[in-house]
């Protein structure tokens, strides 16, 4: 009899114990001969041999390590970005990294660490355990909320994952019932603001070199390269030529929009169907060279007020001819071009400059089918017309890399191209496996307090910390990198047993369908206190003293007189 005159319930038969046992730790049933071995042995140890026997099944990582994928809100896919993917092509790396460390009772304290600093644990480039940084990068995105909502997702996630604390509601103010103040959140969102994800992740594991599997990768990650490669470079070409044939276009735009800033000329070149960043590039180019022997008689010409401007037209005409402008040496094929000419009208003088390119063009394409580049090249005055058309910082030529200013309908083609061929590589049996991995960005966020949790409004600066309800007054600001490390190291800490306390609660609500504390992610001043506090804090000293060994607390549970019932 225990205290209050309650008696225990009776020992549970040996069918119902040994499914109990199956389902709590592989989440499967016994199969039949599995029942009549356990039937048959009469032995005390017969139960304690049933539970050795599932820790050691590779089912039993999968199992358990499914309870962390959930505290650490796991998914395979993001949701819908706009310019991404959906999916994480390596999510499954943190997914086996966890399954792995359960299997292998991997010390939870170490298991903690790892996911929150693996890449600062002086192992190597290629480790295995990068693979734990999942933790932080497998997460929920927001297609409105930017990096901001990012980083106070990963400080929700460690608070109430790691340390039973809703961090996350000092984010607008000081916490309403728990002592967190609003700077405390902010010092933890520095940590993760000061961190980014390279575009290149490491490989953590690869085929054989030379095996049939890794062979067949590298012919498929070649057709791939040439898909995307051509796909490019058609649209690039193909794009250069439209833009080769509206400069004069480009030149209305600009005579149109004297005076606007970027955004209306970008509006002003959508509205004609012309590019906004092409429009730009012009405008640039004549406000850096006013006297271009090319344009300089464009620029003459914009000058001429719109009352009377055909008259002073024909004036300018007759300079252009002779080759008077002053201050200007004109290219000798403008001259030409304008000579007998008389413009009633910018556009027209915007034709006859689109007739001069276009002419120069087409004799270069003719000369390259030709293979006779040599006598165009050689031609001064067509030759700087060409460089205005072709060389790599003229006006009207889109960078080769620069794919963010093609029109909509290609950006997003390519865009969803670029997408599959990532998840096409990564689903490949040959890929290699790379870790989804953070570093510390070369220049660390300083962080602020955001007020009313707006950050169009920073108040106060904040140091990069630990939480003072832990750390207490004593508490000294993180001193290397992000502070990733330094954040691991004090919530794994025996100094701090809320972690162990949280964890073996955990343990025993999955156990039992019911933790000792109701909230298991919740231990602050709002959740009910546990009935049987000395036994939580027991559990806690126990699994700290046992090398943080989550199978150890199984084995304590499940033989158990209390988990027998």
């Excluded at 304690?48 to 962390?68: F, Q, S, T």
């Excluded at 955004?263 to 850096?288: H, Q, T, W």
């Excluded at 806690?540 to 007189?561: C, D, P, Q, T, V």
Aim: proline share 5%.
């Amino acid at each position: 009899m225990i205290e209050g005159g309650l008696e225990p319930s009776p020992k549970s038969d040996k069918i119902t114990l040994l499914r109990r046992a199956y389902f709590d730790l592989i989440g499967l049933p016994p199969n039949p001969d599995e029942v009549n071995v356990f039937l048959a042995d009469k032995s005390d140890e017969a139960f304690a041999k049933v539970v050795e026997n599932l820790l050691r099944d590779r089912r039993y990582g999968e199992r358990w390590g499914r309870h962390w994928l959930d505290v650490a809100r796991y998914g395979d896919s993001k949701g819908a970005i706009f310019g991404e993917t959906r999916e994480y092509p390596y999510a499954y790396t943190y997914r086996d990294y966890v399954i792995r460390s359960f299997n292998r009772d991997k010390p939870f304290d170490q298991f903690l660490i790892e996911q929150l600093a693996a890449d600062q644990l002086g192992r190597k480039a290629n480790d295995p355990s990068l693979a734990a940084l999942g933790f932080i990068t497998v997460n929920r995105r927001s297609n409105g909320g930017g990096e901001v909502e990012q980083w106070a997702d990963r400080v929700d996630t460690l608070g109430r994952g790691m340390l039973g604390l809703t961090i996350a509601c000092a984010r607008c103010h000081d916490h309403k019932y728990d002592p967190i103040p609003t700077a405390d959140f902010y010092s933890l969102l520095g940590v993760f603001a000061s961190c980014e994800e390279p575009k290149e992740l490491p490989v953590i594991g690869r085929p054989k070199p030379g095996s049939y599997q890794d062979k067949e990768f590298i012919k498929f990650k070649a057709e791939e390269d040439k898909k995307l490669k051509d796909y490019k470079d058609k649209n690039h070409v193909r794009l250069l030529k439209q833009y080769r044939e509206q400069v004069g276009d480009f030149l209305m735009v600009l005579a149109d929009g004297r005076g606007e800033k970027d955004n209306a000329l970008r509006v002003l070149a959508g509205r004609r169907k012309l590019s906004p960043y092409i429009a730009l590039r012009y405008r640039d180019y004549l406000a850096e060279h006013p006297n271009d022997p090319v344009f300089g008689a464009w620029q003459a010409f914009v000058a001429l007020a719109e009352s009377g401007f055909a008259q002073e037209a024909k004036k300018l005409v007759l300079a252009i001819a002779g080759n008077n402008l002053p201050g200007v040496q004109l290219n000798p094929l403008v001259v030409g071009a304008f000579k007998g000419k008389s413009p009633a009208s910018l556009k027209e003088v915007a034709n006859i400059y689109q007739q001069v390119f276009s002419s120069i063009d087409k004799q270069w394409q003719q000369a390259l089918k030709k293979d006779a580049k040599s006598k165009l090249l050689a031609d001064a005055s067509r030759e700087q017309v060409r460089q205005l058309l072709y060389s790599s910082d003229a006006p009207g030529v889109l960078p080769a890399g620069d794919f963010k200013q093609l029109e909509r309908k290609v950006y997003l083609e390519l865009l969803k191209l670029n997408a599959n061929y990532t998840l096409r590589l990564a689903m490949h049996p040959g890929s290699p496996r790379r870790a989804m991995v953070v570093r510390d960005k070369k220049e660390l966020y300083d962080p602020h307090i955001f007020i009313r949790g707006n950050d169009k409004r920073p108040g106060d600066a904040v140091p990069r910390q630990f939480l003072k309800i832990i750390e207490g007054d004593e508490r000294k600001p993180f001193s290397k990198g992000a502070g990733r490390l330094e954040l691991a190291q004090a919530i794994a800490s025996e100094d701090n047993p809320l972690t162990a306390r949280v964890m073996v609660n955990r343990i025993w609500n999955y156990h039992f369908g019911q933790g000792l504390v109701n909230t298991p992610s919740d231990f602050g001043l709002r959740c009910e206190e546990p009935l049987q506090v000395d036994l939580l804090n027991w559990l806690a000293r126990e699994f700290m003293a046992k090398g943080w060994s989550i199978k150890h607390m199984h084995r304590l549970i499940m033989n158990s007189a209390t988990y027998q019932q």
